[in-house]
């Protein structure tokens, strides 16, 4: 089904409207490379089911095929929005299915702002190409839509599978969702699974890509010792099971702004750590260096010359390793932490910044890393997900929260930690009428009475346990009552971290030893047990094995004692040489 | 009047030609925000007008109804400039105006240059998406022209008000030129007076975006204390009398890059602060914070929960405060000192920048700036202002000169100070054919030879008084007679600073400090009165009051002496804490 | 011939299709400045032969004519590349041309890749405005076809010319190559000789603006001291001969980022710079200041006030020291070694960078500047030179080699010295099958296993004779076997400069002191003498004279010895003051 995302040349002369439209020019993006199709385009989806169809029908039952992958990395290159007159038609119907009359759009989105009331849904445009910013309900009512169609567009393919392929799994390589625009947990619904296209070195420079040398230097071969496992929990979080790799970088790739080689051994490592995440299978892209066209410079197991690169040794190092021990595929990962994310909130920070070194990427990550760092496993999960089975639940950044979840955290033992910006907004990105955290008031009785963004370049500091950390670039001042304890707060007394009983509340961006300290804290008091580590050592169990990584230069050791109260090393040893994997079965 | 720039969705769609051309990229500037209007759309104007009459009929003599505002903040979002079809028909037939002969703006203009010469009006484009840089009277035309009409589209509406609603003011809220790319001055002609939005925070962090942090932290969340300021008597300057506060900031904004909070008491100060340098009154914007829309970050004097803001209990104290003294509305600010400014000094430097590093609002700040340290109070003054009053007029930037101005200057007691590119150009935007400061050289004779702009990191240094300043970005080599002072001179001893009687003329850009210490020499010289204060403290006097002002988050104290000798405090007192205000009611 | 590049309005209205299409944003470039043609209107190439007819009927025998000037910088301001229909239908041509069989097409570029296979020539589209980047081959293709309508058209100019003009020369003024997408060589092919546009200041400013002032501000007004003559050895390469300067810079211009003056003494010293360089004829551009239109600001020998400006006096200084000894015009340069360059390397790297820092003309011109700093003299040859004269060849970057230049190498005796890249390519921007340095394998039997980028901030060091030096940017792991001395290897003892006999290869991207070092240390062992003089001194041969120049603010000697064995000082002598010159006539 790759064919999918290129559509040839005499299609496009034939329904040149296929093209889809460039909505920060208004440009057509013409034929010339690949994902050149408008999801709203009713001729493509026609003819993409017909060859869909055509090849699924004569390959559906073939002994060999035992699954299929659907489309490539679905609504990369920006292709979720188009501006096209397609999308537009489309967009207008998507509004008169969601608000039937066109008054409860004018209601629902404050229209009367601007004087931008409606009379029919016809009038209704994309919120591009305008003379200054457009409706924050308009941008957020568009983006729903845009997610919707590439979602339409896959799941129609999918029913064409399935009805001629019984009994295979179906899947898709997703990408990391802040480059799709689109809601991944939704496209997911209607696969058996979900795979992901691990680059861990064209990511992180693109990433990084501000970084300072002396923090960006030390993994430039390798990636933060995060970034990967970041995907691959949100990958497993996506439908709530394992997951596969579709494509493992094995080399230096193409398409980042800078393309380093891998650290030697990496290429082990990051499918060591996909399957200790919960991949049930790597697969690596690609076989053989291809000598012409775009990806000719994208390293594959072997060079274009036929002749083994360096990852043919480490992938067959890694096969060698895997019959020393059994992996039971379909064998779980176990969280006691879980952190809430979902495209919404990524969408809401983007349509309104406020300041623009705010990063809904970058904040989640934070707080992700400083659990990772503790030696914590953590799944990624939707505000529609089960919260019973966690101790900690955290929120980095969820500004638009049901009523629903909130029964649901009330209801849980758990101990909630929210970020700066949660619960402030209504579903329809209008301020929350009781001030933020807005629903969330009911789990603990703060209010936000004012909001500020400062320049990353002008911190402020904050005290927590008589240490002093960064308060920097989002900062909310806060009213509270006397049952709040304040954790934090920043050189005017004004309090930055709060709690009561069970609820925490960040209300500021700060900095990563902060995030740490505070979890820790928490974690404790929780149950969840942590492990301080070397700062390049990282440890993930699944099942009955511990895995044990050393994402730096030097040899590291991990502490005898935990490793003998874990079990015996069926990979390695305690001391790991650098970028080398350990693996402690459990007695 | 305020709808006036939301043209609504029904109207777009019955003239859809109302919309406006972006001229960088061509593309029709959609509906979906705010200003989507094209100021050479004759459907436009018509409309327009129809509604001013509507409004203006209905409510003109209502007994609540004590004045009008015309629009709001006319031309923002760079909408002064239209490359749409009916501009480029606006534009041919206002150059037929000007020129009658198609030879004479052939000469004018100089198109012999590059084989540009028209042989009919109706051959000219406008001087956009062209192949490289245009032609710089063609340019110089266009913003005339586009400036005009802006104009013209507002006056006609004031006409229809000034028929319908007889005996009240009219006025409009104006923000910086430097955004609006219209002739203010022209703008404000048929008004009773000006208004101005007044957002320190959002214009500072927009205007002091590439400062380094050391200098922009401290003023974060006030503002640089001349910026505020800078407004406030340009804003008395466009009329030449007393102005309005139509918006003033209440706390943080949407709308700059980074958007922090108001220390607790710069609302006060502010609102003084514009008293003090001659508003008669002071609106605040908004209310309360708009839940939903664009800007329902943007904060009000009550949040959107209707709970009172910080800014509340500030205007309740400025209010107590006004009971305790009297300060008498249409009372005037007096100086001594002006500045001569004007929208075509900055049209020239942005269309013949010659150094990416020449900032016509930085040069012009950075001169007013230095007189504000000075205690001096400042009129901002067109070259066509009676210039009698004044003891000193410093031109930071007035490349075109008139010979009209220039007999002014002659017939004055007053001391001239012109900055670098003074008189170096006519009208047309060509160069001066005596070489610069062209007709100034009849107020004192020298001659540029060589103008040289250097990156803004690779300064000179020049040599006053026996102290070192920059001597940077632009640089002038000046051939001076015996006749002439030369007061610094650089490393290479070409003359930077020179004077004649009652004439100096600065070649160079330079630092504040230089600036600082060359008008307190002259300042002294023709008998206006200076005071060197503590850095971030500032005072101005109106009518028989001075303010002090502490914009720095120290306790200032103002000198005793002097304080004891202007008379009795009304307000605070000598020491001042931080961000605070004193009044002095004089004897 | 100068009106060739700018086509009146009236021939703009009459056939609106001249005008040139931006293939950065679709939109045509419009009339108002100049150079609004497309190479590829053939309604332009009629008008303009139509028009080079009548002149060069009316001139071409003129007694007072003694040569022409074809065109002015042509293809300047990015106009080599249009986005038009006409320039599609000609590619569309020029790729049947080439390729006669549309499959002969798909399997030389790889369209397999990304399903772009073509049915017919007709389908082929220029490779702009796509989704995402467009195939490598299609762009080198369309590369091509830009530079040959360009030449096309200029030769069309030429034969127009010759016809009418008999016994006349034919010239062109040429700006960089980087600068006009133009292939030079076959752009030069019809003329009589080339001639150069020399602005060293504007030029600086572009090509250094990424500089920390520490390294820009010594040369901000004399460029860097390899500046200038970097381009008068590529003229006088291009059709390996001498050259004219067309265009001399005489002071600040209007066109750069910043644009300083130049210091005093520099028009004489790029002058003489150019003669000893190879130029026959100075000629200054431009008379006097035009006071009006774009270049208003661009200095002339004589102000707009018909004043003398400092370039007068330096110009008739130069005019009276000619006069001192006899330059033989004609006379020539003799270099021992070459550089090799062409378009060809410069389109191969700007199509696929891989890694963002990666500069054709940076690295190019580092290697330059390194053998200049050793005070060789360099000739720039193309690869269909003939290698017979030289010692030493050098190929910077080298990526697309045929099997003639390979025998060619083969036959030599000099030193080859590889950069990185060199050989990795097949003609038609495909892997080279044997991996890199692909045919140059066949002098030295290495292999380039992997490529990687990395950012310029994150260097990693060499070693050479014990000395560390940079390795940055761009690195390639090398096989290699016993036969293969390794010069230097990085701190992984990875080899990255190796040799074997007379050919060595660079696998990585360098610093300016290893490059020196290193040519030097090759240099002695082939017999091309070095010598190190002072920081900013350089010397150049021309026939009998040595000319030494002194690029710094200081006094610095030529060592007395080696100007003793040189002859006598017929300008100057061996301390040379500021900018200052000296001329040295061999006994």
């Known amino acids: 089904m790759y064919a999918y995302c290129h559509p040839p040349k005499w299609l496009i002369d034939k329904y040149p409207s296929i093209l889809p439209v460039d909505i920060n020019t208004g440009n057509v993006r013409g034929f010339g490379s690949r994902r050149h199709y408008d999801f709203s385009s009713p001729d493509y989806l026609?003819?993409?089911?017909?060859?869909?169809?055509?090849?699924?029908?004569?390959?559906?039952?073939?002994?060999?095929?035992?699954?299929?992958?659907?489309?490539?990395?679905?609504?990369?290159?920006?292709?979720?929005?188009?501006?096209?007159?397609?999308?537009?038609?489309?967009?207008?119907?998507?509004?008169?299915?969601?608000?039937?009359?066109?008054?409860?759009?004018?209601?629902?989105?404050?229209?009367?702002?601007?004087?931008?009331?409606?009379?029919?849904?016809?009038?209704?445009?994309?919120?591009?190409?305008?003379?200054?910013?457009?409706?924050?309900?308009?941008?957020?009512?568009?983006?729903?839509?845009?997610?919707?169609?590439?979602?339409?567009?896959?799941?129609?393919?999918?029913k064409v599978i399935r009805q001629h392929a019984p009994n295979r799994w179906v899947t898709h390589n997703f990408i990391p969702m802040a480059d799709t625009q689109t809601d991944n947990y939704a496209l997911a619904k209607n696969l058996d699974f979900v795979s992901y296209d691990n680059y861990p070195l064209g990511r992180s420079d693109l990433f990084f890509a501000n970084a300072p040398a002396e923090k960006f230097k030390p993994y430039m071969r390798t990636g933060h010792p995060d970034y990967a496992s970041y995907a691959f929990d949100q990958s497993r979080g996506i439908s709530n099971q394992n997951f596969w790799i579709m494509e493992q970088q094995l080399g230096p790739v193409n398409w980042a702004l800078h393309n380093p080689r891998p650290e030697k051994g990496m290429v082990r490592l990051w499918s060591w750590q996909a399957f200790a995440h919960g991949a049930d299978c790597v697969c690596f892209f690609r076989w053989r260096q291809a000598p012409f066209a775009q990806e000719q410079m994208h390293a594959g197991i072997k060079r274009n010359d036929n002749s083994p690169a360096q990852a043919w040794h480490e992938v067959e190092q890694l096969h060698a390793e895997m019959q020393q021990f059994s992996l039971k595929m379909g064998s779980k990962v176990t969280a006691k932490v879980a952190i809430v994310t979902g495209t919404l909130n990524q969408w809401v920070t983007e349509i309104e910044i406020q300041g623009t070194s705010y990063s809904h990427l970058e904040v989640e990550f934070s707080y992700y890393s400083a659990l990772r760092q503790l030696g914590v496993a953590v799944d990624f999960i939707s505000t529609e997900d089960d919260l019973s089975n966690y101790d900690m639940v955290v929120a980095p950044c969820l500004p638009i929260v049901s009523q629903a979840f909130v029964e649901k955290c009330k209801a849980s033992h758990a101990h909630f930690i929210f970020g700066p910006r949660s619960g402030a907004k209504t579903d329809e990105l209008s301020l929350a009428p009781n001030l933020g955290p807005g629903l969330l008031q009911q789990l603990i009785p703060i209010k936000v009475l004012t909001t500020e963004t400062i320049r990353p370049d002008c911190s402020e500091t904050m005290t927590f346990n008589d240490k002093q950390y960064e308060s920097s670039r989002w900062r909310e001042e806060l009213e509270i009552n006397a049952d709040i304890t304040v954790l934090a707060s920043d050189a005017s007394d004004s309090p930055m971290v709060v709690q009561k009983d069970n609820v925490s509340y960040i209300a500021t961006l700060t900095c990563d030893q902060f995030l740490q300290d505070l979890f820790e804290v928490i974690a404790e008091k929780v149950g969840v047990n942590t492990i301080r580590l070397a700062k390049d050592m990282r440890i993930m169990q699944r099942d009955n094995l511990t895995f044990i990584f050393n994402y730096s230069g030097n040899t590291l050791t991990f502490p005898t004692e935990a490793a003998e109260k874990l079990g015996r090393f069926v990979v390695g040893k305690a001391e790991l040489a650098p970028y080398d994997v350990a693996v402690i079965e459990h007695q």
């Open 46 to 158: 026609r003819e993409a089911l017909k060859i869909s169809e055509i090849v699924a029908k004569r390959y559906g039952q073939h002994p060999s095929v035992i699954g299929w992958q659907t489309d490539n990395e679905i609504a990369c290159h920006d292709t979720c929005h188009s501006g096209s007159e397609h999308a537009k038609l489309a967009f207008q119907q998507w509004c008169k299915n969601k608000y039937q009359d066109i008054d409860c759009l004018n209601s629902a989105w404050g229209t009367v702002f601007w004087s931008m009331e409606y009379q029919d849904f016809s009038q209704i445009e994309l919120p591009i190409l305008a003379v200054t910013e457009t409706h924050p309900a308009h941008q957020l009512a568009y983006r729903r839509f845009s997610s919707d169609q590439v979602v339409h567009f896959h799941d129609e393919m999918i």
